[in-house]
């Protein structure tokens, strides 16, 4: 799916998200697996839930599945990354202008961050761009 035609998922569908894209396939009950091993027991969630915040995803087109008669195989339609990359465009045009320096100055301002770590993310960011200068 392109990234211009990504919607921004609930909190509830980006979790399920997560879970499908670290287990790569998954039937419902893998996905449910996956999300109850991080609650406690009081927070459990339901089959129906679970099942219900798939099909919505598979609307989405963030889902596809592989049907084994009823049995669903379900996996990930669009990569993490571009998901990620969508919604941090997305969260920098609603916070931040757009502007990647508004964020990073937000971040510094608020999080106390060293300057070792400012160093470092620089040296990160050239060491991207210039992979990026590279593959053109």
């Known amino acids: 799916m392109e990234e211009n035609k990504l919607k921004e998922l609930t909190r509830a ?5 997560q879970a499908l894209w670290k287990l790569k396939t998954a039937f419902a009950k893998d996905v449910l697996k996956e999300l109850n091993d991080k609650r406690s027991e009081t927070e459990h969630l339901a089959y129906n839930t679970v099942s219900t915040i798939i099909r ?7 889902v596809g599945h592989k049907a084994y008669g ?3 195989e379900y996996f990930p339609l669009v990569e993490k990354s571009n998901y990620s990359n969508f919604f941090l465009n997305n969260f920098m045009g609603k916070y931040f202008g757009g502007s990647f320096q508004n964020m990073v100055s937000f971040f510094v301002k608020q999080n106390n961050v060293d300057l070792k770590e400012m160093e470092d993310l620089m040296k990160h960011i050239e060491n991207e761009q210039e992979k990026s200068d590279e593959n053109k």
């Open 13 to 17: 569908e980006e979790e399920v998200m």
């Open 70 to 72: 009823k049995t669903h």
């Open 56 to 62: 919505i995803l598979q609307e989405k087109g963030f």
